[in-house]
């Protein structure tokens, strides 16, 4: 059974930083991307690391979050710095089926999310 957990969010002041964590089970040899949601909004990309170690970002979050993996750990994270107050949102990590990083239609499993509340 293909299994995703996310960890780490919260609530952080604007300019905080937060990491979060996803851990997958169940899975071999997969690239994880990140997405979140604010309420009554679509989901969009945050971030993806491929399973040869690229990674791709948003615009939006170019230059503050950094998503990394430990292998070891089957766990993908997603490092959070100079949050601002429109990042607020509900971030779900996802294993990536299809050929499009950014399109929550090519993936196939979902974790529950994680809430990240950023306050101005």
């Known amino acids: 059974e293909v299994q995703l957990v996310e960890s780490g969010g919260g609530l952080v002041q604007a300019g905080g930083s937060l990491r979060l964590s996803c851990t997958v089970s169940g899975f071999d040899d997969y690239s994880i991307g990140w997405f979140r949601q604010a309420p009554g909004k679509e989901r969009l990309g945050v971030s993806c690391i491929f399973r040869n170690g690229a990674t791709m970002y948003a615009d939006s979050v170019k230059g503050r979050f950094t998503i990394s993996s430990d292998n070891l750990k089957n766990t993908v994270y997603l490092q959070m710095d100079s949050l601002k107050f429109e990042d607020t949102a509900v971030y779900y990590c996802?294993?990536?089926?299809?050929?499009?990083?950014?399109?929550?239609?090519?993936?196939?499993?979902w974790g529950q999310g994680t809430q990240v509340t950023v306050s101005s």
């Open positions: 996802a294993v990536l089926g299809g050929p499009t990083w950014d399109r929550p239609e090519d993936y196939d499993y």
